[in-house]
C-alpha cells in the first residue's frame, strides 16, 4: 500500500525557517517524481514544486527562491526547505506522488502538514 | 502562470448529470492532453479522479468522465450521488516558466 507522511509543519514568524518532510513507503520512491502542494486556509489548491527521480527541478513563480525542494532515496524522503516565510505561505502542505505516466498525474497525496506563519 | 478557471460552484439533484468546466490557454490545457481532476472532501487530502483528459484510474466510478476541447476541459459527473457533493480541482501542464496549474476550483452541492 502506497503511503506518503508529511511532518514538519508549525507555527513561524514571519521571516522564519521550517523543513517540510514527507516519508515515502509502498512504491520504489527513487524511480517516481514527487511534487508539493499548498493549500491557504479556505483557499484552493496550489501546485509549488516538483523534483524527478533524476533530480530536475522545477518551482511556482511565487516560490522565488525562498523554497527548495529536494529528496534523498536512501531514506525514501522528500523534503521542502522554507525560507523568508511569509503570512501568505500559510496553509496545508501536501506531497503528492507524480505517477509517471505522462503528466498532471499526481496519484497519491499525504494527508497534508500545517505551516502557520504568524507574529 | 495563472490559475485556470473553473465555476466557483455547480449543483444538481441526485441522479442528474453536471459538468465542471476548466479554462485555461494555448500554453496550458489547450497545447497538451495533460488534464486532470482530483475531488477533495473538506479536511481530507485530494483524491485523482481523472488523468491525460479522459482516463480513469483503477477504483474510480465510471460515473465521471473527462473531455476537452480547445482551452477548455470538462469533468462530467453522472448518476449524481450525495457521496459526490465535494470540491473539484482542475491541473495542467504548462509550458509555461513553472511545470503545473491548478484550476480555481468548483464547489459540488447535491440538492
Given at each position: ?45 496550489e ?18 527562491g ?20 511569509r ?33 | ?19 465542471i ?9 489547450g497545447?497538451y ?11 481530507k ?22 473531455s ?43 440538492l
Amino acid at each position: 500500500e502506497v503511503q506518503l507522511v508529511e511532518s514538519g509543519g508549525g507555527l513561524v514568524q514571519p521571516g522564519g525557517s521550517l523543513r517540510l518532510s514527507c516519508a515515502a513507503s509502498g512504491f520504489t520512491f527513487s524511480s517516481d517524481s514527487m511534487n508539493w502542494v499548498r493549500q491557504a486556509p479556505g483557499k484552493g489548491l496550489e501546485w509549488v514544486s516538483y523534483i524527478s527521480s533524476s533530480g530536475s527541478i522545477y518551482y511556482a513563480d511565487f516560490v522565488r527562491g525562498r523554497f527548495t525542494i529536494s529528496r534523498d532515496n536512501a531514506k525514501n524522503s522528500l523534503y521542502l526547505q522554507l525560507n523568508s516565510l511569509r503570512d501568505e505561505d500559510t496553509g496545508v502542505y501536501y506531497c503528492a506522488r507524480d505517477s509517471g505516466s505522462g503528466w498532471s498525474n499526481l496519484d497519491y497525496w499525504g494527508q497534508g502538514t500545517l505551516v502557520t506563519v504568524s507574529s | 502562470q495563472s490559475a485556470l478557471t473553473q465555476p466557483a460552484s455547480v449543483s444538481g439533484s441526485p441522479g442528474q448529470s453536471i459538468t465542471i468546466s476548466c479554462t485555461g490557454t494555448s500554453s496550458d490545457v489547450g497545447a497538451y492532453n495533460y488534464v486532470s481532476w482530483y475531488q477533495q472532501h473538506p479536511g481530507k487530502a485530494p483524491k485523482l479522479m481523472i488523468y491525460d483528459v479522459s482516463n480513469r484510474p483503477s477504483g474510480v466510478s465510471n460515473r465521471f468522465s473527462g473531455s476537452k476541447s480547445g482551452n477548455t476541459a470538462s469533468l462530467t459527473i453522472s448518476g449524481l450521488q450525495a457521496e459526490d457533493e465535494a470540491d473539484y480541482y482542475c491541473n495542467s501542464y504548462t509550458r509555461g516558466s513553472t511545470l503545473y496549474v491548478f484550476g480555481t476550483g468548483t464547489k459540488v452541492t447535491v440538492l
